[in-house]
C-alpha cells in the first residue's frame, strides 16, 4: 500500500541553523504531497504542499520539493528559530481511491537558543 | 471562531468499559476523520466520513465506531475490543471530496485517552 517514510528524531539544532527533514514516499500512482506541523499541545496544521512532480511548496520560510525520480519531498528551511520547535509530518494524497491522508511517523524538531 | 472542538481533553477507562469521544465542527465541512496518534508511529486513520449517514473504515478501524447522524459530528466509541486504546486522538475535517484535493485538513486539539 501507500506509504511514507520519515527521518527518525528528534533532530536538535542551534537558532539560525540549516534544517533538512527527509521524506520518501512510496505510491502506486501520483500523489499530492503535504507537510504538517504539531506544535506542542496543539493539533496538527498545514505547513505546505505541492500537488505534482518538480513542484515546490512554501511557506513561513519552510520549502519542499516534489521529486518524482527519487521519490521524495523534504522539508528545509535555512534559518530556523525557537519558535520552530514542534513536530512536523509529511503526507500523501492519492489521486484515486481512498479519499484520506496517509501519513508519516512524524520528526521532532527541537531548536535551542 | 470556526474550529474543531473535541471532547474531553484527558480521560480515564477502565479496561472493559466503553467510551465514546466527542468531536463537533462548525466549518460546515462535509468529510471528517479519525486518526489515532502513538509515539514513534505518526498518525494512523481509523475512520472518516465523507457524507452524513456514510462512513469507511480506515487502517486501524478493529475495535472502534463511529456515527454521522450530523453534518457537524462524528463521535468515535473506543469499545472494550480494541487490545490497546492508551493513544491520543485527533479528529480533523475538510470540505469533502473536491475540497480534499486541496490536502487541507483541520484538526481539533486532540483527546488523550488512557486506560488503567
Known amino acids: 500500500g501507500d506509504s511514507v517514510t520519515q527521518m527518525e528524531g528528534p533532530v536538535t539544532l542551534s537558532e539560525e541553523a540549516c534544517l533538512t527533514i527527509?521524506?520518501?514516499?512510496?505510491?502506486?500512482?501520483?500523489?499530492?504531497l503535504f507537510w504538517y506541523v504539531q506544535y506542542p499541545g496543539e493539533g496538527l496544521q498545514l505547513l505546505l504542499k505541492?500537488?505534482?512532480?518538480?513542484d515546490k511548496g512554501s511557506n513561513k520560510g519552510f520549502e519542499a520539493t516534489y521529486r518524482k525520480e527519487t521519490t521524495s519531498f523534504h522539508l528545509e528551511k535555512g534559518s530556523v528559530q525557537v519558535s520552530d520547535s514542534a513536530v512536523y509530518f509529511c503526507a500523501l494524497l492519492m489521486d484515486t481511491g481512498r479519499r484520506a491522508l496517509t501519513f508519516g511517523s512524524g520528526t521532532r524538531l527541537q531548536v535551542q537558543p | 471562531d470556526g474550529g474543531i472542538t473535541q471532547s474531553p481533553k484527558y480521560l480515564f477507562r477502565k479496561e472493559g468499559q466503553n467510551v465514546t469521544l466527542s468531536c463537533e465542527q462548525n466549518?460546515?465541512?462535509?468529510?471528517m476523520y479519525w486518526y489515532r496518534q502513538d509515539p514513534g508511529q505518526g498518525l494512523r486513520l481509523i475512520y472518516y466520513s465523507q457524507i452524513v449517514n456514510d462512513f469507511q473504515k480506515g487502517d486501524i478501524a478493529e475495535g472502534y465506531s463511529v456515527s454521522r447522524e450530523k453534518k457537524e459530528s462524528f463521535p468515535l466509541t473506543v469499545t472494550s475490543a480494541q487490545k490497546n486504546p492508551t493513544a491520543f486522538y485527533l479528529c480533523?475535517?475538510?470540505?469533502?471530496?473536491?475540497?480534499?484535493?486541496?490536502?487541507?485538513?483541520?484538526f481539533g486539539e486532540g483527546s488523550r485517552l488512557t486506560v488503567l
Open positions: 505541492a500537488t505534482k512532480a518538480d
Open positions: 527527509n521524506c520518501t514516499y512510496t505510491a502506486t500512482g501520483y500523489p499530492s
Open positions: 480533523a475535517s475538510s470540505m469533502g471530496a473536491a475540497g480534499l484535493s486541496t490536502g487541507e485538513l483541520f
Open positions: 466549518l460546515n465541512h462535509d468529510a
